[in-house]
T-cell receptor, first 116, second 114 residues
Framework: GAVVSQHPSWVICKSGTSVKIECRSL??????MFWYRQFPKQSLMLMAT?????????EQGVEKDKFLINHASLTLSTLTVTSAHPEDSSFYIC????????????FGDGTRLSIL | AQSVTQLDSQVPVFEEAPVELRCNYS??????LFWYVQYPNQGLQLLLK??????LVKGINGFEAEFNKSQTSFHLRKPSVHISDTAEYFC????????????FGIGTKLQVIP
């Protein structure tokens, strides 16, 4: 149980393109979904936290106009990287959680984004 | 503010030997503690968690961790490692209060040597 599906797993695109990443909780309804960015050999950096039906809360330093997050339902959140540039290349991981912080986050397998 | 320190970036260990991955944290409030494992090109998988109660927590794949409040530590241990345990391990802290923001450590790469 508690499976989170993230799609696509790998995307390569040209600079200036917008890329959408989907995160779905397959067998549970997620109260909260999180988006992380992971640089090579580094830890996860929380980008934003989103609750269904409300605006995402972005971490300091994360451009909300650059990284658009939509959490339309209890099972789906999307991250759109708008007008992507090579510096946006990274590994993006989503997670979903039911309830409060005492509950574990369930992670997707990540999306490797490469901008040429 | 809270922080997590994983003291070892890499830990090489021979197969069937014991291992300890260290994690220390700092926080001004009570916290929940987690260990996650990440295999190459994958997301994170929960190994175990400490919320309250018994300070020795057992998780999946034979791992366990002990919460030590006085030393603000939550070290991960396994008595006998396997090749399949080769992965990146992340310690995470969540404040138990209203905001409940999660903070991850930088990770420890466990390399099991056959």
């Amino acid at each position: 149980g508690a499976v989170v599906s993230q799609h696509p797993s790998w995307v390569i695109c040209k600079s200036g393109t917008s890329v959408k990443i989907e995160c779905r909780s397959l067998d549970f309804q997620a109260t909260t979904m999180f988006w992380y960015r992971q640089f090579p050999k580094q830890s996860l950096m929380l980008m934003a936290t989103s609750n269904e039906g409300s605006k995402a809360t972005y971490e300091q330093g994360v451009e909300k106009d650059k990284f658009l997050i939509n959490h339309a339902s209890l099972t789906l959140s999307t991250l759109t990287v708008t007008s992507a540039h090579p510096e946006d290349s990274s590994f993006y991981i989503c997670s979903a959680r039911v309830g409060g912080g005492s509950q574990p986050q369930h992670f997707g397998d990540g999306t490797r984004l490469s901008i040429l | 503010a809270q922080s997590v320190t994983q003291l070892d970036s890499q830990v090489p260990v021979f197969e069937e030997a014991p291992v300890e991955l260290r994690c220390n944290y700092s926080s001004s409030v009570s916290v929940y503690l987690f260990w996650y494992v990440q295999y190459p090109n994958q997301g994170l998988q929960l190994l175990l968690k400490y919320l309250s109660g018994s300070t020795l927590v057992k998780g999946i794949n034979g791992f366990e961790a002990e919460f030590n409040k006085s030393q603000t530590s939550f070290h991960l241990r396994k008595p006998s490692v396997h090749i399949s345990d080769t992965a990146e391990y992340f310690c995470a802290v969540i404040d138990s209060g209203g905001y409940q923001k999660v903070t991850f450590g930088i990770g420890t790469k466990l390399q099991v040597i056959p």
